[in-house]
């Protein structure tokens, strides 16, 4: 707008955001649809049975990790480099993605049949990493048949249910953080010593505490920090899967997801910050609680810094399966890595 009358400003329009290229996954000998295999740990054809290795390296904790800066943040490539329909869940309100053309009719965060698709948008940062699925589906399912058949206090139906047959594979987006935490801390310390007192004609010995003020430094490194990207899945749950070995980190490729589902984050870099920072800060205090040489604590304080902080955006993977009983619905999940298996059943 001009701020002299009569005068007109002219500016160059900006540049159009062009979308990042897209790639599909065909076949190069029969054209159909080929996936990622967790099995074969490579991409196969499930119509005349072949199979390419993918590309990306692993790079395991030598992963880059990012400044909290506009500029990195304005340079990081968007979308997911590949063709991705958004489906969008009527009943429990979850938005996944899966690969152009599949079909989709049940939500694997609730069971619903009542899902929306459309095409994905480009407005999220690329992933820079995953780790890609090594736990196949039959494995899920032996895992599961065998976790809902223990417990004498479930009941015994749990056993014959062939809900937990549609496991399905998702990638869940985490953001990784990185830090330095400088803590200071003041409290008053109490030391015991027994003194011995005369009272009522005979020598007793009775404990005394004895306090001081007092103050130390604790440094504090936060080390691969996982923040769940949004709010869909437990994170109660989600914390049972860990750990997740980080050393098996690989650059991110579209065609690890090929045949998969995965989510987009809806947490923001800073807001999931600011959640990292909130248990960053109770490891320290913890960490300064242990470097007082003493169980009688009152009157503690802390002062943390935060130095050297850093970021990654990656994906890890998970199976979801969701099982109705007597009207509920429950809910299991397994490290798509490790084999872990997390979740609820009735109680009988």
Same mark, same amino acid.
């Given at each position: 707008?001009?701020?002299?009358?009569?005068?007109?400003?002219?500016?160059?329009?900006?540049?159009?955001?062009?979308?990042?290229?897209?790639?599909?996954?065909?076949?190069?000998?029969?054209?159909?649809?080929?996936?990622?295999?967790?099995?074969?740990?490579?991409?196969?054809?499930?119509?005349?049975?072949? *199979?390419? #290795? @993918? /590309?990306?390296? &692993?790079?395991?904790?030598?992963?880059?990790?990012? $400044?909290?800066?506009? %500029? +990195?943040?304005?340079?990081?490539?968007?979308?997911?480099?590949?063709?991705?329909?958004?489906?969008?869940?009527?009943?429990?309100?979850?938005?996944?993605?899966?690969?152009?053309?599949?079909?989709?009719?049940?939500?694997?965060?609730?069971?619903?049949?009542?899902?929306?698709?459309?095409?994905?948008?480009?407005?999220?940062?690329?992933?820079?990493?995953?780790?890609?699925?090594?736990?196949?589906?039959?494995?899920?399912?032996?895992?599961?048949?065998?976790?809902?058949?223990?417990?004498?206090?479930?009941?015994?139906?749990?056993?014959?249910?062939?809900?937990?047959?549609?496991?399905?594979?998702?990638?869940?987006?985490?953001?990784?953080?990185?830090?330095?935490?400088?803590?200071?801390? *003041?409290? #008053? @310390? /109490?030391?015991? &010593?027994?003194?011995?007192?005369?009272?009522?004609? $005979?020598?007793?010995? %009775? +404990?005394?505490?004895?306090?001081?003020?007092?103050?130390?430094?604790?440094?504090?490194?936060?080390?691969?920090?996982?923040?769940?990207?949004?709010?869909?899945?437990?994170?109660?749950?989600?914390?049972?899967?860990?750990?997740?070995?980080?050393?098996?980190?690989?650059?991110?490729?579209?065609?690890?997801?090929?045949?998969?589902?995965?989510?987009?984050?809806?947490?923001?870099?800073?807001?999931?910050?600011?959640?990292?920072?909130?248990?960053?800060?109770?490891?320290?205090?913890?960490?300064?609680?242990?470097?007082?040489?003493?169980?009688?604590?009152?009157?503690?304080?802390?002062?943390?810094?935060?130095?050297?902080?850093?970021?990654?955006?990656?994906?890890?993977?998970?199976?979801?399966?969701?099982?109705?009983?007597?009207?509920?619905?429950?809910?299991?999940?397994?490290?798509?890595?490790?084999?872990?298996?997390?979740?609820?059943?009735?109680?009988?």
């Amino acid at each position: 707008p001009s701020q002299v009358p009569g005068i007109e400003v002219y500016a160059p329009l900006p540049p159009e955001e062009q979308a990042p290229e897209a790639t599909t996954f065909r076949c190069p000998q029969c054209a159909g649809v080929i996936a990622y295999s967790a099995g074969d740990r490579q991409l196969a054809c499930p119509y005349c049975g072949y *199979k390419q #290795e @993918v /590309g990306a390296p &692993r790079v395991g904790l030598s992963a880059e990790r990012f $400044e909290f800066t506009l %500029e +990195t943040l304005g340079s990081s490539e968007k979308g997911w480099g590949t063709e991705r329909q958004e489906i969008h869940c009527q009943s429990c309100q979850a938005i996944y993605t899966q690969g152009g053309g599949e079909l989709s009719t049940t939500c694997p965060f609730c069971g619903s049949h009542r899902v929306a698709g459309q095409a994905a948008l480009h407005e999220h940062i690329r992933p820079g990493y995953l780790i890609p699925f090594v736990v196949d589906a039959e494995r899920c399912r032996a895992e599961a048949r065998a976790w809902l058949s223990r417990g004498w206090m479930h009941p015994p139906a749990l056993r014959r249910t062939g809900a937990v047959d549609r496991f399905t594979g998702l990638y869940l987006p985490f953001w990784v953080f990185d830090a330095r935490i400088e803590a200071q801390w *003041k409290a #008053e @310390v /109490g030391y015991e &010593r027994e003194e011995r007192r005369y009272r009522d004609g $005979e020598w007793e010995t %009775e +404990t005394v505490i004895d306090w001081r003020w007092e103050s130390g430094h604790v440094r504090h490194p936060v080390d691969h920090l996982l923040v769940y990207g949004t709010e869909t899945v437990s994170t109660t749950l989600l914390e049972r899967l860990y750990p997740y070995d980080l050393q098996a980190l690989t650059a991110y490729d579209p065609a690890y997801l090929a045949g998969w589902q995965a989510q987009a984050y809806d947490m923001q870099l800073q807001e999931a910050w600011d959640v990292g920072k909130g248990r960053s800060r109770e490891q320290a205090r913890q960490a300064c609680r242990a470097d007082i040489p003493s169980a009688h604590v009152r009157n503690f304080s802390m002062t943390a810094e935060f130095e050297d902080e850093r970021w990654r955006y990656v994906l890890l993977p998970v199976y979801l399966a969701t099982y109705g009983y007597r009207g509920k619905t429950y809910q299991l999940m397994v490290n798509g890595q490790t084999g872990a298996l997390a979740g609820y059943k009735p109680v009988d």
